[in-house]
Nanobody, 127 residues
Framework: QVRLVESGGGLVQAGGSLRLSCAAS????????RGWFRQAPGKEREFVAA??????????YYADSVKGRFTISRDNAKNTVDLQMNSLKPEDTAVYYC??????????????????WGQGTQVTVSS
């Protein structure tokens, strides 16, 4: 099974920006799209953003907490899905994960292929 690999995390001051990238480590797949989740210490994994692939193009979805600040996009040539994060806040600090959508609601962890989750990339926003 193909696993996704996240990159681009780091330490940034509040108000700054980071760009995360999600790449496939093997053959092209995830025909339904991909999503980003994050998990802070002591908290459950939460939905951040998703991008779907459909016959007429697809759609993007965002958590209310990141709307207007984060943008998800895909590069079909590179087979990557990126997450541009602007106006970062300390509460955005977490490990960010991407995964491939298998079906169902994009907001739910169990809608993603279990074996596709990457190791995550740490994002730390200082105040």
């Amino acid at each position: 099974q193909v696993r996704l690999v996240e990159s681009g995390g780091g330490l940034v001051q509040a108000g700054g920006s980071l760009r995360l990238s999600c790449a496939a480590s093997g053959r092209t797949f995830s025909k339904n799209g991909r999503g980003w989740f994050r998990q802070a210490p002591g908290k459950e994994r939460e939905f951040v953003a998703a991008i779907t692939i459909t016959w007429n193009g697809g759609s993007t979805y965002y958590a209310d907490s990141v709307k207007g600040r984060f943008t998800i996009s895909r590069d079909n040539a590179k087979n990557t899905v990126d997450l541009q994060m602007n106006s970062l806040k300390p509460e955005d600090t977490a490990v960010y994960y991407c995964a491939a959508i298998s079906g169902g609601s994009v907001y739910r962890v169990d809608s993603y292929m279990r074996g596709s989750w990457g190791q995550g990339t740490q994002v730390t926003v200082s105040s």
